[in-house]
């Protein structure tokens, strides 16, 4: 394979991972919001720990317009 497929490859194995994260992270949110509350301290860090995890599938994604 040449270098770019290879990149390209590599890109789109990143994206799948963090699309994992990002459902993982959105339904232990999900759930200890069930369990607690909006405002409980726990779910605000998995809040912001999904929106940074958000940031970089965006910052990839824009880059590279086959993972749309």
Do not use: P
């Not at 991972?17 to 860090?45: F, G, W, Y």
């Amino acid at each position: 394979m040449n270098y770019i497929l290879l990149k390209a490859r590599k890109q789109l194995m990143c994206a799948e991972t963090l699309l994992k994260d990002i459902e993982n992270c959105r339904k232990e949110m999900v759930e200890l919001a069930a369990k607690t509350s909006l405002s409980n301290q726990r779910v605000v860090d998995i809040s912001t720990k999904l929106d940074h995890l958000l940031n970089k599938y965006y910052h990839l994604s824009s880059k590279n317009s086959f993972l749309y």
